[in-house]
Every structure is written in C-alpha cells, then in structure tokens.
C-alpha cells in the first residue's frame, strides 16, 4: 500500500507492507524499515521487498527528493532525514524496528538510531559506513556540488553511476545500470546537492556501535570502493553483537548485484534479531 505522511510542509512518500501470511518461524515479527542511498528511489529494493514481504511489515521510504516525494529545501542535515523517518515510524506506530540503510540510507539509519534507540532492535549498514567522509571525500564532494552547478545532477549522476557496478555486472548487465543513469534524470539537481551537502557535513557515529546494545548487519562487496570490506571490517569488532558479509565481485549495490544471496543475508539477519528478542523478552 501506498502512504504518505506530511512532513515539515511536503509529503514523503513509503509503502507499507503487512506480510498476508507468516512463514519460516519469524512469528510476531519485528517492522523492516529499508532507506535507500544516492541516487536512489524506494523501489530499487524491488527484489528484497519481493522476498520479504512475506516475512515481516515492510516501510520502504522515497526521501524527500527522490522518487514520489517532493523535494524539501528545509532540510540540511542527515539528522533532519532521521526525523523524517521518525515522522513514518511514529504514524505507523511502530515500536519493534529494524532499519537497513544502502549507503547514504545507511547514515541516515545511524542518525535515526541516536536520535530514535527506543523501539530499535536492529541496525544494518548496506555497503554504508559509520565513518564520517574522509578529508579527499569531502574535497570530491565540494567538487561534484560544483559540477552539478555547472551541468546538472542528471550529467553528474551519469559520470558516477557505472563506478558503482563491479566490472563483471557492468559487463552481463549494462540494462541494469543504464536504467539508473535513466532514472537520474528525474533528480532534481538542488536535491542532490543537498544530499552531498549532508553528506559531507556528518559526524562519525562509530560511537553508536558500541554504545548501542543491538545487533548490527554490515555488507560490503570485494569491489565496493564507497565502503570497502576493510572499514567495516573493522566496524563490525565494536558492535556485542554483528554479522557481516563480504560479497564476491560486488561493488556499492550488493542488493541489485547479487540480490538473492543479499535476501537471505536479510533474512538470516532477522533471525538473528528476533532470536536475541527471544532471550532478553
Ligand atoms: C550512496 O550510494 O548512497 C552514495 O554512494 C553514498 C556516498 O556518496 O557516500
């Protein structure tokens, strides 16, 4: 079903899913909130929303300025984006949440856990990071903001796009990454300037890892040069509790890459939440 909830004076665009029938021992599950990355709309999660919707509730966001939901210029900040998924979570009553966030999602996943703990039960980082952007990142971003000044996002986004691919996917599956370049065209440009403004202005949140006492899920693929298998790695020592899956030849979009083994990481991962739930309720 699709909804919308008003938010800081824009709609924001989700669907919501509620499994018909539940199956494979995921009783009473918790609500899967899957926040998509740069440049990104909800419905690149097509294949993971297919394989469990029959699983747990789905909330699958467009972010102010992408997809269906409009573009908001009073946004600045990746903590402004956490409250907007907050304004979903609290419409939809939601108070057991998993959140998994691809990338910029991810740092939105991050800022939503240290603003919203309370009803979290697990977090997961999909070729995403807890670092904040290194001094080089953040220098390439005041770059790429210029450059979509000078030509616009859609010309941006069409030079940026293929490097998220691993070399073999591009090859078998150009379709796959030419749609995205398509579907780039649908950006407005000041929105994703303003994605990389927040982008390149958050804080490390490695903190959280520790602090937090959930279970974390982290993904990353062999070629994925946004976030690479050794930062998180890395990450995944801090969290009591983590799994972590490294995908072979992927790059940045493990999901559409190799989305089956992906699925059932997921899934796996929900397990694992719902089982830690079993101990401590
Ligand atoms: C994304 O996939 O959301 C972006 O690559 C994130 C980033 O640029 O850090």
Not at 11 to 36: C, E, F, S
Not at 45 to 61: E, G, R, Y
Not at 87 to 99: D, G, K, M, P, W
Not at 225 to 250: N, Y
Request: charged share 15%.
């Amino acid at each position: 079903m699709q909804k919308t909830v008003h938010y800081k004076g824009k709609d924001i665009h989700y669907t919501h899913l509620n499994p018909a029938r539940k199956k494979g021992g995921l009783a009473a599950p918790a609500t899967l909130m899957l926040v998509h990355g740069f440049p990104e709309r909800g419905r690149i999660f097509q294949p993971q929303i297919a394989a469990l919707s029959q699983h747990c509730t789905l909330l699958v966001p467009d972010l102010p300025g992408s997809g269906d939901s409009p573009y908001n210029p009073d946004l600045h900040s990746i903590a402004d984006y956490a409250d907007a998924l907050q304004a979903i979570t609290a419409t939809e009553q939601v108070t057991r949440l998993v959140i998994i966030g691809h990338s910029m999602g991810g740092y939105i996943a991050l800022a939503f856990a240290d603003r919203y703990p309370r009803n979290l039960l697990g977090l997961g980082l999909m070729h995403s990071t807890a670092y904040a952007d290194s001094a080089d990142k953040k220098a390439n971003r005041l770059k790429a903001i210029q450059t979509m000044e000078q030509y616009g996002g859609p010309a941006f986004l069409k030079s940026m796009i293929p490097a998220l691919f691993a070399a073999s996917f591009k090859s078998a599956h150009p379709a796959v990454v030419q749609e995205l370049i398509q579907a780039g065209n649908d950006f407005q440009t000041a929105t994703l300037q303003q994605y990389y403004r927040m982008m390149l202005d958050r804080s490390d949140k490695t903190y959280l890892l520790s602090q937090l006492s959930i279970p974390f899920l982290f993904i990353s693929g062999t070629e994925d040069k946004a976030a690479p298998p050794k930062d998180l790695i890395a990450q995944s020592a801090l969290p009591q509790t983590a799994m972590i899956e490294i995908l072979d030849q992927a790059g940045h979009m493990g999901f559409i890459e190799k989305a089956d083994e992906v699925n059932r990481i997921l899934l796996d991962y929900l397990s694992l939440v719902q089982c830690l739930q079993g101990q401590t309720t």
